[in-house]
């Protein structure tokens, strides 16, 4: 309901809202500054975009200063979709609007155009459904936010057997260069975090193992994932004029997670160092194969069907509040887990990211088991298990809307867990975190760092 404190619009002076920076990278801040406000006045201030067929919003509730000034930077949201000093929070928490299925995703597609964010002003304190039907806001602006800047260029790759899209920094190089990796339910290639790497510097292969030309469609009709794909994929990677030498990075969630860190077992001579987010690390809902030899493999259904089934035998299944479905504890009991991979034979560094509010994976079997069992190799200072409290599963790159719970068929609901405002932060840590150790680990010393602003 509005407030009774908001003067009406023919009585105020000349409202005006600036977003800074109006274009920017997807994980640079924007500081939202509203001047022009009577002293104590309360405003909603509302994001929204309709991008790729897909319309999202969000709201806040906030109050001027005594100089009828709002700098979302510096106040705390009143209420609204978040409260408290959240720079960011128009951003990561907006949300499907109504005419979408409860659980619909944002994932961009198309990183080389930029996402065009609405921001507009609008007297009193509104809800969401108030802020839609109010047409006349009292200020209004926008922003583009970009995944990729003008010295990134994008290909698309198809190199024998091998199915991917390549973004790397304009120039010769050499760069250090990385494969990036999916979970198992969004087919085909994502570039949303490849392209923000490739303009960090690096050469950022987006690899699909399903869903691509020529591919299954889906995971689980994949009869078998033969690790010498991903090999061919490490070797026309690493064979490119632009890459450095000496073996390039692996980095992967949930289930691509999995095949990052399978990549550093199986060919340990040919990866430099191997990032997984989120992974259960085991191989599950397909077989997965190398030079002839099978390997132990989780067998188990989440086709809604089966959801009783699998409840009665396993006991682990658990509901959100919304319905939505808890696999964080149908993963193997620990010593069947350190049968699935030789996680010891891991020579290169490795960094293992998780939350511990995971509605999908039990971080605290499966990334404790992980660490240890790489550290076992004699490679102690070469491992770190970072589990960030509050973090979710699906661990992306900052200030994208954040998905905590998403339609994904034919299961039904999933539950990725995650506190909102606490997992904005994981998403921004996470991605400071895998960017020191790239550098750290990829990069050689007398190699320059592209320009990484639009």
Partial sequence: ???????????????????????????????????????????????????????????????????????????????????????????????????????????????????????????????????????????????????????VERFEVRAGRVRGILLKPKGPGPFPAVI?????????????????????????????????EGQPPKLEDTKCLEMEYFEEATDWLSSQPYVQAGGIGTIGICKGGEMALAMAIHFPEKIRAT????????????????????????????????????????????????GALITRDISPDTKLLERYQKFEKIQCPALIICGDHDGSVNWTNNGRIIAEKIQTNGHNNDCELVVYPGGGHLIEPPQAPLCITSYQPPWGLIHWGGIPAQHAHVQDEAWTKMLAFLEHNLRCDSQSIPASKL
């Fill in 275 to 322: 990032i997984a987010f989120s992974t259960a690390g085991i191989f599950n809902v397909c077989p997965t194969s190398y030079k002839g030899e099978f390997f132990p493999h989780a067998e188990y259904d989440l086709h809604h069907d089966n959801y009783q089934q699998m409840a009665t035998i396993m006991n682990q299944i658990s509901f959100a509040p919304d």
């Fill in 1 to 151: 309901m509005a407030s009774a404190q908001s003067p009406s619009t023919s009585s105020r002076p000349e409202v005006s809202i600036i977003a800074s920076p109006h274009n920017t990278l997807i994980y640079e801040v924007v500081t939202i500054e509203v001047k022009g406000l009577m002293p104590g006045e309360a405003i909603t201030l509302r994001t929204y975009f309709h991008d790729e067929g897909k319309k999202f919003e969000s709201h806040a509730h906030y109050r001027s200063d005594v100089n009828g000034k709002v700098n979302t930077s510096k106040q705390g949201s009143e209420g609204g979709q978040y409260t408290g000093v959240e720079p960011m929070g128009l951003f990561w928490s907006m949300t499907a609007c109504p005419n979408h299925k409860y659980g619909t995703r944002y994932m961009k597609n198309d990183v080389t155009k930029p996402l065009l964010v609405n921001i507009t002003v609008h007297c009193g304190h509104l809800d969401s459904s108030q802020c839609r039907h109010d047409v006349n806001p009292i200020a209004t602006t926008s922003v583009e936010r970009w995944y990729m800047n003008t010295n």
């Fill in 180 to 212: 990036d990796m999916f979970g198992g339910v969004r087919p085909g290639c994502n570039e949303i975090r490849a392209a923000p790497l490739a303009t960090k510097g690096y050469v950022a292969f987006a690899l699909a193992y399903f869903g691509g």
